[in-house]
C-alpha cells in the first residue's frame, strides 16, 4: 500500500482543485493555513470547485510518498499549503517537507531530518497533519514539528533550515518546558501543525493516541510560544498545575 498526494482537475484541463494557470497566484488560490485561519475552521474560501462541477473531477498527477522515510507510512492526513505558486505538504515515515509545483507535482525541493531512535521512540509518528507558514513580506518561512518533538523553520524558497533560527534552525521541544524531559524515550510529541499568530509560533503538545498515562509522573503537555523569527521562548502555558 502507498499513499501520494493527490491533485483533482476539471476535465479536461489540469489542477482545478487548486488553481487554474492564470489565476495560480490569486488571493482566492492562496491556502496559507492549516484550516484556513487561526480560528481552526475548517471550511476553504476556494471556490472553484461546486457541487455542478464535483463529478467532474479527475486525478491530474500523483506524488509517492513511499521514498520519504525508512519505511511507506499507512496513514496519510497532510492538508498541503498553497502559496505563491508553490504547493508545501508533509509526507512520509520521516515526516518530510516537499515543495512542489502544483500544475505539474515537480518536486521542487525536500527536506527531512533523520532522528533516529529518538523518532522510533515518538509517541505520534509519521507524516502528521501538515506545516505552517509565515512571511513578513520580505522572508517567507515554512515551521512544522518532527516525529522527535522539534520545531524547525526552512527558507519556503530553497528548503534548507534558517541558521538564525533557534540552533541552526531547530529548537528542540523537550528543553525549556518547565520540566524534565528524557529527550529519546519521553512521551510526548505533536501530530498538528504549528499555529501562527503575527509573529509568533504556538505549538502544543500531544500523547500517544487513545493511550492511559503509566502514572501521574507523566510528561505534562504545555503550550508555548516562540518568536518566529529566533526560535526564542516567549511564553508558556501550565494545562495541567
Given at each position: ?21 492564470a489565476a495560480v497566484d490569486s488571493a482566492r488560490s492562496r491556502v496559507c493555513r492549516h484550516r484556513c485561519r487561526c480560528a481552526r475552521a475548517v ?37 498541503p499549503l498553497m502559496v505563491n505558486g508553490v504547493l508545501y505538504a508533509t509526507g512520509g515515515s520521516r515526516r518530510a517537507v516537499v515543495a512542489l509545483d502544483p500544475e505539474t507535482g ?136
Amino acid at each position: 500500500m502507498w499513499r501520494a498526494v493527490r491533485i483533482l482537475r476539471e476535465r479536461p484541463y489540469v489542477a482545478k482543485s487548486l488553481a487554474s494557470s492564470a489565476a495560480v497566484d490569486s488571493a482566492r488560490s492562496r491556502v496559507c493555513r492549516h484550516r484556513c485561519r487561526c480560528a481552526r475552521a475548517v471550511d476553504s474560501p476556494l471556490d472553484q470547485i461546486t457541487a455542478d462541477n464535483f463529478g467532474k473531477l479527475t486525478v491530474a498527477w500523483r506524488f509517492k510518498t513511499d521514498h520519504l522515510g525508512p519505511r511507506p507510512e499507512f496513514q496519510y492526513e497532510t492538508t498541503p499549503l498553497m502559496v505563491n505558486g508553490v504547493l508545501y505538504a508533509t509526507g512520509g515515515s520521516r515526516r518530510a517537507v516537499v515543495a512542489l509545483d502544483p500544475e505539474t507535482g515537480e518536486e521542487l525541493w525536500v527536506h527531512s531530518e533523520r532522528e533516529g531512535a529518538r523518532a522510533a521512540a515518538a509517541p505520534r509518528q509519521l507524516s502528521g497533519r501538515g506545516l505552517a507558514y509565515w512571511t513578513d513580506g520580505r522572508e517567507e518561512r515554512i515551521l512544522y514539528v518532527t516525529p522527535g518533538y522539534q520545531l524547525v523553520a526552512l527558507n519556503a524558497k530553497t528548503g534548507m533550515r534558517i541558521p538564525t533560527f533557534g540552533k541552526d534552525g531547530l529548537v528542540d521541544l523537550k528543553q525549556d518546558d518547565d520540566q524534565v524531559i528524557d529527550p529519546m524515550s519521553a512521551e510526548i510529541g505533536l501530530h498538528s501543525t504549528p499555529m501562527i499568530a503575527k509573529n509568533v509560533v504556538v505549538i502544543g503538545a500531544a500523547h500517544k493516541s487513545g493511550s492511559i498515562p503509566t502514572g501521574k509522573a507523566n510528561v505534562k503537555g504545555y503550550v508555548r510560544g516562540f518568536d518566529v523569527r529566533t526560535g526564542k521562548r516567549l511564553w508558556i502555558f501550565h494545562t495541567i498545575p
